[in-house]
Nanobody, 118 residues
Framework: QVQLVESGGGLVQPGGSLRLSCAAS????????MGWYRQAPGKQRELVAR???????NYADSVKGRFTISRDTAKNTVYLQMNSLKPEDTAVYYC????????????WGQGTQVTVSS
């Protein structure tokens, strides 16, 4: 089994910053990808940022230049530094890791709420 534990969400004013953390533990021999998704009320879950296949990073266009994903591979932990936050960034943020594609092994965290409001 694999567990993902997220932290760092909360309430912040527009223009503010937050840092999310996600630590993976359990039966992990390698990681294909690890990153963050978000889901706002009434919307589909969407990719925010992730590492895949080594050092490749992917960002949603809406967060480029404002959010930065980083990681500590020794700790199987990823971070999401979110700057210049906007009300439209309000969502539940989920950590995801894909340990392998075949067999497909994907795990999700419980989610952490990020609310951007004055």
């Amino acid at each position: 089994q694999v567990q993902l534990v997220e932290s760092g969400g909360g309430l912040v004013q527009p223009g503010g910053s937050l840092r999310l953390s996600c630590a993976a533990s359990g039966s992990i021999s390698s990681i294909y990808s690890m990153g963050w998704y978000r889901q706002a009320p009434g919307k589909q879950r969407e990719l925010v940022a992730r590492f895949t296949s080594g050092d490749t990073t992917n960002y949603a266009d809406s967060v480029k230049g404002r959010f930065t994903i980083s990681r500590d591979t020794a700790k199987n932990t990823v971070y999401l530094q979110m700057n210049s936050l906007k009300p439209e960034d309000t969502a539940v943020y989920y950590c995801n890791t894909i340990l392998s594609l075949s067999p497909y092994r994907s795990y999700w965290g419980q989610g952490t709420q990020v609310t951007v409001s004055s």
